[in-house]
């Protein structure tokens, strides 16, 4: 089987990161894969949200070190096992231009790059079985999005002090830092899951992608200039069959139905 799996399921698309005979470490041939998924979900107007999770029982080891061990793969020195990826076509640049939803389903331990995954999706539900570990202590640093989102998400103090030190965070320390939206028993985990992604499938997608797309610019824009953004955001949400159709909803006391028209 692949070590990248895209799955449908009405309009919710997964993508499950498949090696877990290695903790779903990464090669670069599953690097190219993945941002090329994510590129085909974020063009999909069926697909309403997308979610990574990893097979077995962690999300994410990190950069593959027995490939780096063996001479081979990312990280190796030798362009053996590296797949031919380009920098801006893997899943933290991807995901930092995509304007569906992408949820990480944080089903356990992840490091490294798998810690950088998770940090980039919009948003984390943890397993209590669930961490992150910085990759510092390996000779590397946070490549793929840390060093920019870990400052953004918890100052620049809590940020040093988890990239320096590099100590494994629980469950418990992420959802206090704020670093996860959720932690839940591993029992209820995939329960929760569906119920979150269900229920965020459910929502009017052209109202979803454009606070999403609005927000992401905020955070590189002034005040005055996203207020302009979102307003030309909001007269064209206004024109749409989603809008008229929460309208009718309410006056006629349903539940809406969004077609993403």
């Known amino acids: 089987m692949s070590d990248v799996l895209l799955e449908r399921d009405g309009h919710v ?15 670069g041939a599953m690097l190219t894969e993945m941002g090329r998924m994510l590129v085909e979900c974020d063009g999909d107007r069926d ?16 950069l593959d070190l027995q490939d780096v061990a063996a001479g081979q793969g990312i ?29 990480c389903a944080l089903n356990g331990p992840a490091a490294g790059y798998g810690m950088d995954l998770a940090l980039g999706c919009d948003l984390v539900i943890a397993s209590d079985t669930a961490s992150f570990t910085p990759p510092v202590k390996r000779g590397v640093i946070p490549e793929s999005g840390g060093t920019w989102l870990l400052p953004r998400l918890v100052g620049w103090q809590k940020a040093c002090e988890i990239t320096f030190l590099a100590r494994k965070l629980d469950a418990a320390e992420l959802q206090r830092l704020g670093l996860v ?31 999403k797309r609005t ?3 905020g955070l590189d824009t002034g005040f005055e200039a996203n207020a302009h953004h979102v307003m030309s955001e909001l007269m064209g949400l206004f024109r749409t069959k989603d809008f008229k159709e929460s309208v009718m909803a309410f006056i006629e006391k349903r539940d809406p139905v969004y077609q993403g028209r």
Do not use: K, Y
């Open 47 to 62: 697909t309403r949200v997308v979610l990574i999770t990893g097979a077995g029982r962690g999300f994410c080891s990190g």
């Open 181 to 211: 939206n959720v932690v839940v028993p591993h029992a209820d985990f995939e329960g929760t899951v569906q119920e979150w992604v269900g229920e965020l499938a459910s929502q009017p997608p052209l109202a979803v992608s454009a606070a």
């Open 75 to 103: 990280g190796s020195g030798s362009d053996a096992g590296v797949g031919g990826f380009r920098v801006d076509d893997t899943p933290p640049f991807v995901l930092r231009r995509m304007d569906t939803p992408v949820v």
């Open 13 to 27: 698309a997964t993508i499950t990161l498949n090696r877990p005979d290695r903790l779903n470490a990464i090669s």
């Open 215 to 217: 927000m992401r610019l």
